[in-house]
């Protein structure tokens, strides 16, 4: 529920506050943002499964996106940037499809 | 791991318990739904700032070959020019081509008024949404149309009416409520004026997902007119080249 609030007031300063991407983390902030979500869904499927810890799923989000960034990075001086952050989008959107998948197995047992 | 055990899991979640992994999974969500929106924002006006590198380079390749090309063009013309000026005997016909081509190219650069068959649009930008780049798109488009001269009307800071001729050197920058031609402020609404086959202008403009359509996706009112006769009276300012010299024949 607080997390729920959470997600909701964070959206809402990003809508009220009309903030701009600084120059230097335009190329990374989505990256960032899709392997957040996976580290979210990684969670939510991790309480549904009873096996959920506070400090796992911090260090789990945290990681994942500086990692995330990180690769793109390394892609980005390598001259392969476009390339490795189709690779992450591409690993990451595989791992938020099964999270989803679990979940959708509890809720609807199917 | 049963999926029974999922139901009383799920009551748990949305109870608030305000443990500190809910306190840690809420800030972290916080950042996450924050950053999303700033996201969102980013790239649905993203211009070529948002491009990378690599992009923004292939681009300016491609523009850097075009002026070198037209560069290489002008070059000729006007050497071309020169040989039917000062050689070939100076006659009649060669000084009529070479007329035929200032003409021309004082109309292109703006220095003549001109006048013709055209079309006029008008641009109502009631939600202030116009930026520059969809003005540059704007008289791209009419210029790949054919339009030989092209104007933009608007509104001086007094409310006169002022007109500003728009040319090659011509730049624009737009602060939402009013757009600067050439370092004149105009304010809105704004109606450009080109010279060329007006039908083939105006089809130009209503190709899907073309200038039309990105004024009205700022829900910026739009009036298409072709008319018989545009008269564009306003001049291109002179800027003396501060480098370039003239290649004179040896």
Do not use: C, W
């Not at chain 1, 120059?23 to 499927?45: K, N, T, W």
């Not at chain 2, 009383?8 to 840690?24: F, M, S």
């Not at chain 2, 009631?126 to 001269?149: C, F, H, K, M, Q």
């Amino acid at each position: 529920m607080i997390p729920a609030i959470g997600l909701l007031a964070g959206i809402a300063i990003g809508i009220f506050f009309k903030p701009t991407v600084p120059i230097l983390f335009q190329p990374y902030l989505p990256i960032a943002i899709v392997a957040a979500l996976d580290a979210v869904f990684g969670g939510l499927r991790a309480v549904l499964d009873g096996v959920f810890h506070d400090k796992v799923f911090v260090i789990s989000f945290v990681s994942n996106v500086v990692i995330a960034a990180l690769i793109v990075f390394i892609g980005d001086q390598l001259g392969v940037g476009s390339q490795l952050s189709t690779a992450v989008v591409v690993v990451l959107g595989i791992r938020i499809f099964s999270n989803v998948a679990a979940l959708r197995r509890h809720f609807f047992h199917a | 791991m049963s999926t029974e055990d999922g139901s009383p899991r799920l009551r748990n979640l949305i109870r608030p318990r305000g443990t500190r992994g809910e306190i840690a999974a809420a800030i972290l969500l916080l950042l996450l739904g924050y950053g999303t929106v700033v996201q969102f924002k980013a790239h649905a006006n993203a211009g070529l700032e948002s491009l990378r590198q690599t992009d923004l380079v292939k681009i300016l390749a491609d523009v850097t070959a075009r002026t070198n090309q037209m560069q290489e063009e002008k070059v000729s013309l006007e050497s071309l020019k020169f040989q039917l000026t000062s050689g070939a005997g100076s006659s009649r016909a060669a000084l009529e081509t070479v007329r035929e081509h200032i003409d021309a190219l004082r109309i292109l650069s703006g220095q003549v008024a001109a006048h013709g068959p055209g079309l006029e649009l008008s641009i109502f930008d009631i939600n202030s949404g116009l930026t520059s780049n969809i003005i540059v798109g704007l008289i791209n488009e009419l210029r790949d149309a054919g339009a030989e001269v092209l104007a933009i009307s608007g509104s001086d800071a007094t409310g006169a009416k002022v007109q500003s001729r728009i040319v090659a050197s011509t730049y624009f920058q737009s602060d939402g409520k009013s757009l600067i031609v050439g370092g004149k402020r105009l304010f809105g609404p704004y109606i450009i004026e080109a010279i060329g086959d007006g039908a083939t202008m105006a089809t130009a403009l209503r190709i899907a997902g073309g200038s039309l359509d990105q004024l009205h996706q700022i829900r910026a009112q739009t009036l298409v007119q072709v008319k018989a006769d545009v008269k564009i009276l306003s001049l291109a300012p002179v800027e003396p080249n501060r480098y370039a010299r003239n290649i004179t024949k040896p």
